[in-house]
């Protein structure tokens, strides 16, 4: 099993005046080997930790003494340093299974691991979970974690998972709960197969079986050009209407019986189906806000100055971390997204940088088709004539490929040579990965125009157009 590799150490830390530097490889930490972050991070916890420790083939040991539950001080290249669990399933409506050729590596590593669900909100199937698994789950409080549901019926999830495992597998998510473990769900609908009578049943049958689930995100499938799957095909604008008719009135019943509305549709169907988002009221806190549900009406009210902070910012375990590892060389499509890979675009929030702000010009805000039907009737409520909303097609994928998130670097290039220069761009940060990379692997410097990076939320957008009215 490869060892936790330091890669930084934070200046005047424990780690740093204990002389560890990056390079380092932990072989053990307290006599333990320790599996991952979550692991490294209850060991480290100690006041007095021996780190047998890899330096340039040499082996030494170094002693850290600490206050209790002090951070360390290093960051470490990795959040699993033995392999990650990878997913037997073969879905159709798999996104990885749809991307093209010559991609970064890292996007086609399909995960079904849990540890990635307490990380970083991926969703497992628990189609790979195990006894062992359960223990440590519970007995670390792993909690929340993400479980693909999309159908209740064993036989249909099966199917629908390609893995006759898909049908027992729920019984993990039973023990979970039972423990005392808090479980958020996600349904992908695909038309023609888990929608109608089949959602209807997987509705009653979270109401029968898992009605303590946390929350259950139900979202559409997304289809790339380079889908194969012949049964795969976007929703109709009546399929989408259905849906939404459907799901709010399970939300009705499950506010009657649970005392909440449960599930939660994501913003796409609303569009797909031309009704007007819920209130904000409806949204029960926007739990979801990281799988698309609610950003729509949370960006209104940023940008309208009804909320005074920005909705989904990271929290949970990394909040506790000292460095938190990069997730970038193992997740799928986003760093912040969802390995599971069939979702609808997750939220990054990148810090803001300005390349090379033109006084008093024109504004364009670039946005994804989706975003772009979102953000423009705010836009036009302003009245300013100096702010345009640019909506970019995404052909590098297509299909049904409008959100944000998934604006690739080409698209970019090809809608900003047209645009004129010396204006203003304002792009969202939520198109780059950590490590400011486009999907395609492109970088904003590649880009015919300079743009700004903005975080993805109303009041960044708000603030952003504001310091251009006083240019
Ligand atoms: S959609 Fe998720 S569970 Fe299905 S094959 Fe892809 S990664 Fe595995």
Redesign the pocket.
Known sequence: MPAPLIVAVAPGSPAALAGLTPGDEVARLNGQVPRDVIEWKLLTDEPELELDVRRGGMELVVDVSKRDGEPLGVEVQSAVFDRVRT?D???E??F?YQLPKGMRRSLYL?D?DYRLSFLYGNFT?LTRFTEADLERVVTERLSPLNV?IHATDPEIRSRM?RNPRGGMSLRWLRALLDHGIEVRGQIVVCPGVNDGAVLDDTMAGILDRFPDLASVAVVPLGLSKFNTESAMRLHTAAEAMSVVAAVEDWQDVFASVLGRRLVHLADEYYLMAGRPFPPAAAYDGFTMHEDGIGMARTFELEFLGESAAATGTRSGFFAAVDLPANPAAYTGLRATGH????DGGGVDRAAPVTLGPARGAPIGVLSGEMGARVIGPLIDQLGRGDVRVIAVRNEFFGGNTAVTGLLTGADLCRVLAQEPPRHRYLLPGVCLSDDQRFLDGLTVADLPRPVEIVATDGLALRAALREGARR
């Open positions: 997913c399933n073969h879905c409506f798999c990885i399909k079904d199937t693909s998972l390995g599971c890979s069939n």
